[in-house]
């Protein structure tokens, strides 16, 4: 098999939820425990940190994974979906997957994916715990990919677990309160296994304490012992006073991730660190600096508040909830722009009216449709819009929608790409 060759089995072979949505979903571990005792219980031959989390847990894992690196270890790095090419899903020290690693894998395994009939989910992570178990990792920063107790990843016994923000994002699989989302979160937190949270919602708050009494694993809200002033920030990089239990911890830490929101996430990942030396892992302050500094070069993380040019400014990022696009909004509307031209798409399983409803009138909307079967026809996504007394014109590519906002914006207005990661993956320039 050629490299494409291989994709092209796995994408017709799998049910994919990346293309496809809920139907490609398994509500059981049965397959990646079958797959992994095939495979001589390669998630038991490293260590590793476990992510979960509606929004932030992407970020975090990157964050993660550059200090780890930073601090020596060889750091394994699982996280889905991908943006441009299937490799960067698995990656060790930032270096992707060898896409001969893949081809091999699906061949040596092709009877046994034939038995156990696994999601293309479910195959890749099988892929990756024996990617890292033969590379012989240190440790491995693991990312849910949707909900926790059911996900696939879900059969780790890590150092220990990270939930970042909960918030409404696949309530057809996960439930329809912060409370039910919650749940399918804290099915990560293992007996006696520190779990860590980065933020504090009352209604999640309950349900993880709860969990945790359960499973006898010690519980750390992040707030509690991390505070932050935000004393520069650029359209690229910020500057934060870090303090730990009041005292100055990190002086004039620098983050290279631009976006506002990381201070949601970053309590989390420092308490996830601070565990980590408790239990004898060599994090220094300068590792922490170097690799929160550089965490986009270290990991090859792409998509998160990413300025793609500077005139006309053009910015992209993947969050694609209500979350996320408000806080997207709020830095967007902190630029004090002109006015924003936005390049917006969605798929076809999300409650896209309550989004559109946040969506400011004054923007200059180019709807699209992503090249995947789960996206939303931009004709439906056009009259939602204007249903809510939105004002754009639909396109029927990603590639038409940006050069129609390139070839309207003047120079010191903006544009913005995004409302779907799979938006965001077909920007020519990322």
């Known amino acids: 098999m050629t490299y494409q060759e291989c994709l092209d089995y796995l994408y017709e072979q799998l049910p994919m939820f990346h293309r496809i949505g809920n139907a490609a979903f398994k509500k059981s571990l049965d397959n990646i425990i079958a797959l992994c005792e095939a495979l001589g219980q390669p998630q038991q031959q490293f260590k590793s940190i476990h992510v979960a989390g509606t929004n932030g847990k992407g970020s975090s894992s990157h964050m993660l994974a550059a200090v780890l690196q930073e601090s020596g270890y060889r750091t394994g790095l699982y996280t889905s979906p991908h943006l441009k090419s299937f490799t960067e899903r698995i990656r060790i020290n930032g270096q992707e997957l060898p896409q001969d690693y893949l081809v091999r894998f699906v061949e040596q395994h092709k009877p046994l994916f034939e038995r156990i009939q696994p999601s293309f989910f479910e195959m890749t992570v099988a892929l990756a715990f024996q990617y890292f178990a033969e590379e012989q990792v240190d440790i491995a920063v693991i990312e849910v990919g949707l909900g926790g107790r059911l996900d696939s990843t879900n059969i780790v016994q890590p150092e220990l677990s990270l939930i970042t923000n909960i918030g409404y994002d ?246 913005f790409i995004g409302g779907s990661t799979f938006v965001v993956a077909e920007i020519e320039e990322l």
Not at 197 to 206: D, N
Not at 220 to 228: G, L, S
Request: hydrophobic share 40%; proline share 5%; glycine share 6%.
């Open 170 to 415: 696949h309530q057809a699989l996960l439930g329809n309160t912060i409370s039910a989302i919650a749940s399918e979160k804290a099915g990560i937190i293992k007996t006696g296994i520190p779990a860590v949270i980065s933020t504090r919602q009352q209604e999640a708050q309950e349900v993880f304490e709860a969990k945790a009494e359960e499973a006898g694993a010690p519980i750390y809200f992040a707030p509690d012992y991390f505070r932050f002033e935000v004393t520069e920030a650029t359209l690229e990089r910020q500057v934060l006073q870090v303090y730990r239990n009041e005292k100055p911890f990190l002086p004039g830490l620098e983050l290279d991730l631009a976006g506002a929101y990381q201070i949601y996430n970053l309590p989390g990942v420092l308490q996830a660190l601070v565990l980590l030396h408790e239990k004898g892992f060599h994090i220094t302050h300068q590792a922490l600096r170097s690799g929160l500094a550089n965490t986009k070069k270290l990991t090859g993380l792409k998509g998160r508040w990413q300025v793609l040019r500077h005139e006309p400014l053009t910015i992209c990022d993947t969050g694609h909830n209500e979350d996320g696009i408000k806080q997207i909004l709020e830095q967007l509307e902190s630029l004090h722009p002109k006015q924003v031209h936005m390049v917006f798409g969605a798929v076809n399983d999300k409650d896209i009216t309550a989004i559109l409803k946040l969506l400011p009138k004054q923007y200059r909307y180019y709807f699209c449709q992503a090249s995947i079967p789960r996206a939303l026809p931009v004709q439906d996504l056009l009259a939602r819009a204007q249903a809510v007394g939105l004002g754009g014109v639909a396109y029927s590519t990603v590639s038409q929608a940006v050069a129609a906002a390139k070839a309207n914006a003047a120079p010191d207005e903006v544009i």
